[in-house]
């Protein structure tokens, strides 16, 4: 039988927080809102704690952990099973997992009615401590489009507008579920001086742009429109929004923050 050297004892009474995989890349399968789910590959961080008494974790179970769950559509519930067996497996009192993956979402062009998808940055993480509920955070990095309200009133015509993203962490109390990709995607359409589209036609380019200068907003101003978005959620404990302007007549970008607790 093979030495166990990772369960030997260590007599430098250091307990590890974090220890465990990172950059780990996988198939998932993430849960669609109406059903369903998408193929993605994830970026995975997956951790546990380590009590001062053991010399080392052992690695491999966090690979066997993953894999069981590849072919299983993943959404909260998935996440605590996970940590649950990690915690067990690996006797712990605390674990944590990131996936890190591009979501798509279908956008239907406004006019011509063209589909196609959209890709957007997302992210789940799950912690855990041992007989507790999970903590879930979503984050939905989700581009959209804003119009400078200072160069439209200014200009004889034509106002700057540019692109734009919102970024977003959100985290439900444990008794609620938290909110699919898809509607975050639509909270910031509802928001924005305009939504981004992967698919335009001309007809399609003349409604966005006369929409983003019917609807001018600055980077404070779209900020400030998404907390109040966010803040009648169900169930919503925490968020945090970031909104950064890619500005088109400036070599700089225009950044506005905001988190709250509920």
């Not at 179970?61 to 769950?69: C, G, S, V």
């Not at 959209?118 to 789940?124: E, G, Q």
């Not at 993203?165 to 924005?192: G, H, K, N, Q, W």
Request: aromatic share 10%.
């Amino acid at each position: 039988m093979l030495k166990d050297i990772q369960n030997e004892a260590d007599g430098r009474g250091v307990d590890i927080q974090n220890v465990g995989i990172n950059n780990v890349r996988m198939p998932f399968l993430i849960k669609k809102e109406g059903g369903g789910f998408l193929s993605v590959v994830a970026d995975v961080r997956f951790t546990v704690s380590l009590p001062k008494e053991y010399k080392g974790t052992h690695m491999s179970r966090f690979i066997e952990i993953l894999t069981e769950y590849g072919q299983k559509p993943l959404a909260e519930e998935e996440m605590a099973a996970i940590l649950d067996e990690a915690l067990l497996r690996l006797d712990a009192s605390t674990a944590a997992i990131k996936f890190s993956f591009c979501y798509f979402v279908e956008k239907t062009a406004p006019v011509s009615g063209g589909k196609a998808l959209l890709d957007v940055p997302c992210f789940f993480v799950g912690e855990k401590q041992l007989n507790a509920p999970l903590k879930f955070t979503l984050g939905v990095d989700v581009p959209y489009t804003s119009l400078c309200p200072c160069s439209k009133e200014i200009s004889a015509f034509g106002a700057h507008n540019q692109r734009s993203v919102c970024r977003m962490r959100l985290s439900f109390a444990p008794e609620y579920e938290c909110i699919y990709i898809e509607e975050a995607v639509r909270m910031v359409d509802r928001t924005a001086s305009s939504p981004v589209y992967s698919l335009l036609k001309r007809e399609d380019e003349k409604f966005v742009t006369e929409t983003a200068y019917q609807n001018p907003k600055f980077v404070e101003d779209m900020l400030r429109d998404m907390v109040l978005a966010l803040r009648p959620l169900p169930g919503l404990k925490y968020f945090f929004v970031e909104c950064e302007n890619f500005e088109s007549i400036h070599n700089h970008n225009a950044i506005a923050t905001h988190e709250e607790y509920l």
